[in-house]
């Protein structure tokens, strides 16, 4: 009996000094803090109170039926920067124009790359039936050319079989099992370890999550510090000239597609944050994206939005918190300056 209750001191003991050590990690409720265990004061996010409407002044796709699909005014398609509800750009710009906004979301954003979704519906009646005057396609720089090396060029979709499709999908409801004891334990081992070994690699040599010092304060929390995910450096080199040129050239056939049904197409690359932020972090510390560059040079025949150019004066006039702190995505900062950008392209006075 002593020997059992010596073994179990033995690891009631250090497990309770890793739960008193997780106990001050602070939950601000952004992917990075949460995958990374990278404590951010819980009420970070409060700055953001009063930059963005409390409605949503904007349309899913999910809550309209076709009759209502007709005809209006923009429609976006994108990845989770468009599914950011009422502190996203569509709900900012909504508010500052006043436009019939819709929002591809539910099935639609959870199962399809966004860019082979656009080349598919576009090939179809869908846009015969669905009648937008601008259609905004949104997706990560990380992501956006590796998509584009990969679609399906010959698969098209009619309205009908994409409604079916659609909303079969959306009635399904998601339930997982987990291990919520199994899961509070793993966060605990990795809240320890990470914040031990994030003192000697920039990303805890396994995690997800990279942190590297800024040489500005440009966040509310953690000022010199720069938290992105480990997917910006590993697809970095689909910033390259050739698997962007692939990219534009179905961009290109995509706008055609649309122009002949009178829809604009609107193309809003969002930056990594990793990239946005590069030129602020100390010398040498990551390899350079080429995205932005390589896509500025080429012959487009859709509307571009180069949202790395529009972004960085701001950073570089100091402006804080154009990115969450604790987040991949954009804040309501980033998000707002964003739609005033949509809102002069869909009004014809973007440069």
């Keep these: 009996m002593r020997k059992f209750l010596l073994k179990l001191l033995l690891i009631a003991v250090p497990l309770g000094l890793l739960m008193l ?4 990690f602070e939950k601000s409720g952004g992917d990075l ?3 990374g265990k990278i404590s951010v004061p819980a009420d970070y996010r409060n700055i953001f109170e009063g930059t963005y409407p409390d409605t949503k002044l904007y349309r899913e796709y999910s809550t309209c039926d076709a009759a209502s699909l007709s005809e209006f005014d923009v429609l976006t398609i994108g990845d989770s920067f468009s599914q950011q509800g009422i502190s996203g750009y569509q709900n900012l710009l909504a508010r500052k124009s006043g436009l019939d ?3 591809l979301d539910g099935y639609a954003y959870r199962l399809e790359n966004p860019l082979q979704l656009l080349n598919t519906m576009s090939k179809g009646d869908f846009f015969t039936v669905v009648k937008p005057k601008y259609v905004v396609l949104e997706i990560i720089e990380r992501r956006i050319s590796w998509y584009g090396q990969s679609i399906d060029r010959n698969d098209s979709v009619n309205f009908a079989d994409f409604e079916a499709r659609f909303r079969r999908e959306n009635a399904i409801v998601e339930s997982t099992a987990t291990t919520v004891g199994l899961d509070y334990f793993s ?3 990795k809240y320890f370890a990470f914040n031990a070994l994030y003192s000697f690699d920039s990303h805890a040599f396994f995690s997800q999550v990279y942190s590297v010092r800024l040489v500005s304060d440009l966040f509310s929390a953690y000022p010199r510090r720069l938290l992105f995910f480990y997917e910006d450096i590993l697809n970095v080199r689909f910033g390259d000239y050739q698997y962007v040129e692939v990219l ?6 995509i706008h ?4 002949e049904r009178g829809v604009t197409l609107i193309v809003m690359p969002t930056p990594d944050k990793s990239d946005l932020y590069g030129e602020f972090m100390e010398p ?4 350079k994206e080429r995205f932005f560059k390589s896509l500025e040079e080429m012959d487009k025949r859709y509307t571009y939005i180069n949202t790395k150019a529009l972004l960085l004066p701001y950073l570089r006039a100091g402006l804080k918190d154009v990115y969450y702190a604790d987040d991949t995505h954009w804040s309501p900062i980033g998000a707002g ?3 005033d950008e949509l809102r002069a392209a869909v009004s014809g006075t973007a440069d």
């Design 101 to 103: 906004i819709v929002n």
């Design 21 to 24: 050590n997780y106990a001050g």
């Design 284 to 287: 040498g510390t990551l390899p």
């Design 33 to 35: 803090n949460r995958i």
């Design 187 to 189: 966060d605990i081992l």
């Design 256 to 259: 055609d597609r649309l122009a």
């Design 337 to 339: 300056i964003a739609a």
């Design 248 to 253: 534009n050239d179905d961009l290109n056939l």
